[in-house]
């Protein structure tokens, strides 16, 4: 599976984004999906999740009730509605993939797209 995410940019706090990740290959259906961010210094750390069937989903504490994920299975994307974005959401957003279960851990997630740059300015 090959990710391309996109759809970052600089903006206000309180303001939204909106990410984008084309994945290519048939099998797309049958990934889980996720995005993971790392902001400058951290580790990167899990953000939300998507089964492959779509019906389950999980973020971060930090994201809850701000940030939506969701995938269309029939145009191979996965995209991620940021809303009320605050300046410690800066960071640079990778989609992933994972034919299994995305874990929170980044080291056990298979594969990753290169990543879009989310800025939120105070």
């Known amino acids: 599976v090959q990710l391309q995410a996109s759809g970052g940019g600089l903006v206000q706090a309180g303001g939204s984004l909106r990410l984008s990740c084309a994945a290519s290959?048939?099998?797309?259906?049958?990934?889980?999906m996720g995005w993971f961010r790392q902001a400058p210094g951290k580790d990167r750390e899990f953000v939300a999740r998507?089964?492959?069937?779509?019906?389950?989903?999980s973020y971060a504490d930090s994201v809850k009730g701000r940030f939506t994920i969701s995938r269309d299975n029939t145009k191979n994307t996965l995209s991620l509605q940021m809303n009320s974005l605050k300046p410690e959401d800066t960071a640079l957003y990778y989609c992933?993939?994972?034919?299994?279960?995305?874990?929170?851990?980044?080291?056990?997630?298979?594969?990753w797209g290169q990543g879009t740059q989310v800025t939120v300015s105070s």
């Open positions: 992933v993939a994972d034919p299994g279960f995305i874990a929170n851990n980044y080291l056990h997630v298979k594969y």
């Open positions: 290959g048939r099998t797309f259906s049958s990934y889980a």
């Open positions: 998507m089964g492959w069937k779509g019906a389950t989903t």
